[in-house]
């Protein structure tokens, strides 16, 4: 047994799906999908093939004309789920099944949990192993395939999907919606949603989708995406999936974005009223090249999708709104790095690694923003030893020597010797790839503007601060950074002198909303608890439920109590990954 991804059952040796073809009814009232599973193999099946499956019914499975195969459905693994194995000598395989009560993958939203308050809605989020809760498959980047699917859907509702739309036919009181995906993507990458959809124009290649109620909105925070999109394809080439298209998602979603092609899934936090949270989209749009195109052959080697997509992120940032605001991002990177780096060290230094063995360990578990921000700073110290022009070179070569691959860091690191032999001597890749923490010689943002927030930081020291004047022009990116910037506690009165002057507590953007309440949370400001208690239960955001919940867990019985009820008036709302996330800080 050739199993080459720890985080799934697919042998190497058996063959890969070159098709996923999917016939799925949307069942609402079951909270369940229902249907036939088909997967084209790239060659006959040598007498066995096993398939990656959590919580699936699987209850039948025949070859391409209809004749019966046998199968075993072994118990669960924990995380892993269960290895379906099949008799079969076939190149063909269809399995009719149905999805568990708690497919970890999909969220069924009641109608009180939605925009509109009238229907109901149901989403995928497959990243990281969940898409075996969705259907059964070879769960693992390393293979990639293309994706058919019908939708029977309730009348009344709208399907979208990360694939190129093939048409929708009403039948009574049901529709059947169709989509192909003619490019190989791997499992995570599989996603829909069902729902009360809307969408608008903002550009030639994307259409914003959302709950009509939110639409608009949506529609005009996204409206320079084209502009966006241009200088992505002047740094690395032709977008390469034909659209590209957004999806804002209810505020459950537990991620800020998710790169799906053609179909980007976007967190609701995002619409600041602003522009000032776009830089998520240039991230989601990066992934186009480095990520959906070049993937991670497994989850020991995710750095290779996130540092890359945060280093082209960055690129593209720099691009449409300039050096300055790149190493304003940078910095709130590297803070949120050294964060995460404290947190995992405690855990096992090993995950602070960019190349790991996760053998065993949930990839939820141990999410960070190591892969991501070790990850550019690595990228960007390479770019240092060679110079721009011709980290430039490499970086197109790169994506144009493993465009629809899956790739390890080895094969990588064997790329990067053979393109840029300069690095010899001059990069301690080995430390950098292999070691824990952060490296000595890790890059640091620059520029005017955080040295500017760095010296209005430091006043803030015992009781005293700044004068309101001084902080009364920045702009919201700025605002983040200062938050960063100041000690993880201040006096109760700074904390009231913050919010009297600024209204922090009122902020519509989300980022300088959560970072301020989590600071003043941690500062034993119990003004602030109110406020802690209605974002917790308006939104599901990973990144702003771990903060919350562990600044309130930090502050002793009273905190932790306060938790567990805000945990437990909440959690009906939160996605599964979001749910596990804060049941776990608040030991619920």
């Not at 194995?85 to 993958?105: C, E, L, P």
């Not at 080895?410 to 490296?439: H, K, N, S």
Request: hydrophobic content about 45%; glycine content about 8%.
């Amino acid at each position: 047994m050739a199993r080459l991804d720890p985080h799934s059952y697919a042998d190497a040796a058996q063959p890969g799906t070159t098709v996923l073809h999917l016939d799925l009814t949307v069942d609402f009232a079951a909270k369940q999908l229902r249907g036939t599973a088909t997967l084209e193999l790239e060659r006959p099946a040598d007498g066995q093939l096993d398939l990656d499956t959590r919580g699936i019914d699987v209850q039948a499975v025949t070859d391409g004309q209809g004749r019966p195969l046998g199968f075993t459905l072994h118990p669960a693994e924990g995380f892993m789920g269960s290895r379906l194995t099949i008799q079969a000598n076939t190149d063909r395989v269809v399995i009719t099944y149905a999805t568990g009560a708690d497919a970890s993958a999909l969220q069924w939203l009641e109608p009180a949990q939605t925009a509109g308050g009238a229907h109901p809605y149901v989403f995928t989020q497959c990243q990281s192993i969940h898409a075996r809760s969705v259907t059964p498959c070879q769960d693992t980047p390393r293979v990639r395939q293309q994706v058919q699917a019908k939708l029977t859907i309730p009348a009344g509702l709208t399907a979208v999907m990360a694939a190129a739309d093939a048409g929708r036919e009403e039948r009574g009181e049901v529709a059947v919606h169709r989509f192909h995906m003619p490019q190989r993507i791997p499992s995570y990458l599989l996603a829909f949603a069902v729902g009360n959809l809307a969408s608008e124009e903002v550009g030639a290649r994307t259409r914003v989708w959302a709950e009509p109620e939110v639409v608009k909105g949506a529609a005009w925070e996204f409206g320079e995406v084209d502009g966006i999109l241009a200088a992505a394809e002047g740094l690395f080439g032709h977008y390469p999936w034909d659209r590209f298209d957004l999806l804002v998602m209810p505020p459950s979603f537990p991620f800020g974005g998710m790169e799906n092609p053609r179909l980007t899934f976007l967190t609701p936090t995002l619409l600041a009223g602003d522009r000032s949270l776009v830089s998520v989209v240039a991230h989601e749009l990066a992934h186009s090249w480095t990520g959906n195109l070049v993937t991670n052959a497994s989850m020991n080697d995710f750095w290779l999708n996130e540092g890359f997509t945060v280093y082209a992120e960055r690129r593209i940032v720099e691009a449409t709104e300039g050096a300055e605001a790149r190493a304003l991002q940078a910095a709130l990177g590297r803070r949120g790095l050294e964060e995460d780096v404290e947190r995992l060290t405690k855990m096992d230094p090993a995950f602070t690694r960019l190349a790991n063995d996760l053998s065993g360990v949930d990839p939820d578990e141990v999410y960070s923003q190591v892969p991501y921000e070790k990850g550019y700073l690595f990228l960007v110290r390479v770019e240092q030893a060679v110079g721009r022009e011709a980290f430039d070179r490499f970086l197109a070569r790169y994506i144009e020597r493993f465009a629809f691959t899956s790739i390890t860091t080895q094969d990588l690191l064997t790329f990067m010797q053979a393109e840029l032999p300069q690095l010899a001597g001059a990069v301690d890749i080995d430390a950098w790839v292999y070691g824990t923490g952060i490296p000595a010689d890790a890059p640091a943002a620059r520029s005017e503007k955080l040295d500017a927030l760095i010296a209005l930081a430091e006043q803030f020291h015992g009781e005293a601060h700044p004068e309101a004047a001084a902080l009364a022009n920045l702009d919201a990116t700025e605002w983040q950074v200062l938050l960063s910037l100041l000690p993880s506690t201040l006096p109760k009165t700074t904390c009231a002198w913050l919010d009297e002057h600024f209204a922090l507590s009122a902020k519509q953007n989300a980022e300088i909303l959560v970072a301020w309440l989590a600071l003043a949370t941690r500062s034993g400001h119990t003004a602030v608890w109110p406020k802690v208690a209605e974002t917790l239960r308006a939104v599901g955001r990973g990144k702003y439920l771990r903060p919350l919940y562990t600044a309130l867990v930090g502050q002793g019985d009273e905190g932790k109590a306060f938790a567990r009820e805000v945990f437990e008036a909440a959690k009906d709302g939160y996605h599964p990954m979001g749910r596990a996330l804060a049941a776990g800080i608040v030991g619920a």
